[in-house]
């Protein structure tokens, strides 16, 4: 297979710059799944037009325009792209075009002539066209017959037959000071005929252009190289250059560990191999019961943990986990709860009893969808009662009636003999002190039908739940 090493004009990853996440991870798919279906490239003053149709969700392909520069360092200095899409500028087609005159703009750019291109440029670039066609349907087939071999379970699976190395992207989960975090490192291993990996070898620079290494790769290893310079380095050592090994960060990160999947050669730091599963795995929230020692008092500790055992997680930004069990990682879901939280919670202190009463009200506040710990879920509970709307009014001052009318009211809610007011739509509230403490669910819809039924009386709010109704 050719290596598209030599025809790139300039990096990709330097066109990330240009557009928002969503739209070049979309562009970058559109490119790989070839769905630019034209380009073509003219000079155009210091710089070039690129214009191209790139088949959309319409039946009709979109046309994209865009001007660019690139230096002689082969740079780019410079990108502006609309389309007639309705996103325009910027959008995902442009990404897309933009994607394929990077990996092949120095080609068609070689051969320019005044006129535009002669017969033979055109020849060679539809020559071009179909060879990336047909690598590309090799990849399609290659993925899915593994797909096919792994679906009923892990299994080895077997590339052709062959004894060179090849790139293997291998996954590892680094405690650093506060969390776990994943790292992606690019390896070169042979593989067996049984299907395992020798023994994998870091790489501490790139392969050069002449390294048989190339024979096995494909373009999305070429790919995947670029998007390891939009990732943090691993080690402050590898700063500037090649990356041999990243932090997985933001939206290339997930594309890379998509792409390194999509190789077939993702593997874990134990070398299993590893498929990306779009599904999330879910972390939950467990408090366990801490026996005293030493003077400590009993407690309950929380830890996050996802609900497979095997599972490990990285709080990346965004969040991933690994199964070396079933060979899968993928997202995490952490029930909306961003990594910086997760961190915090995962360092939970030991509760003893009476300090999580004690601090009832902000476990509740702040404990968003993780659970409560058990003392405070076994607390009675004043479920399904209709609350009870009382306005409590008092009169206004003669010199303010003028403005708030003759009373204010003060509207609280009474559910079975507990009355309060809560702000917000905090759907559980705790009420009472100490024994006394009960868990209130909220039946927020009668709540609210109290406020309008009030609104709609003229009554207008002055101050939390203080209403007046002004003259
Ligand atoms: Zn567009």
Known sequence: MKSTNTTQWFPPSQLAFYFDQGAWSRGTTLYLQDQVLSSQLSPDGDGWRLQGQVQGNDAQPYSVNAELRVS??????????????????YCKHGAALGILASMQGLALQKEWGPEGPTPEVLERRSQ???????????????????????ANGPAAFTLPGSTHDQFVYSLSVVQTAYKPVFHLAVKRAAQKRSGEWGKAKKLSSEPSAH???????????????????????????????????VKLHGMPGQLLLQLCSQTGRLVSDEGIPLRWQDAPETLVGTWRE????????????????????GVVFGLNQPPFFMDTAQGLCGPLDTQGLSANELQVLTNSPVLPESVAFKFQNQLLERLGPVPLP???????????????????????????RVVQGLFVGELTFD???????????????????????????????SERKAWDALAALGLETFDANRLVLPP
């Open 72 to 89: 002689a360092g082969g740079n780019l200095s410079e990108w502006r792209s609309g389309c007639t899409c309705p996103v325009g500028r």
């Open 128 to 150: 071009m066209e179909k060879e990336r066609a047909l690598s590309h349907a090799e990849y399609q087939v290659r993925d899915w017959l593994n797909r096919l071999e792994n």
């Open 211 to 245: 390294d048989p290494i190339w024979q096995t790769s494909c373009p999305l290893d070429r790919d995947i190289f670029d998007l390891l310079k939009a990732c943090p380095a691993a080690s402050s050592f590898s700063s500037y250059g090649f990356q041999g090994e």
């Open 290 to 309: 801490i026996k005293s020692e030493d003077h400590q008092p009993d407690g309950w500790q929380l830890s996050m943990q996802p609900q497979r055992p």
């Open 374 to 400: 058990p003392v405070i879920q076994k607390m009675p509970e004043i479920r399904g009662v209709k609350p009870r709307a009382v306005l409590d009014i008092a009169p206004v001052h003669p010199a303010e």
């Open 415 to 445: 559910y079975d003999g507990q009355r309060g007011f809560w702000s917000g739509t905090q759907n559980r509230v705790l009420i009472g002190q100490g024994s006394q403490a009960r868990l209130l669910l909220r039946d927020l819809p």
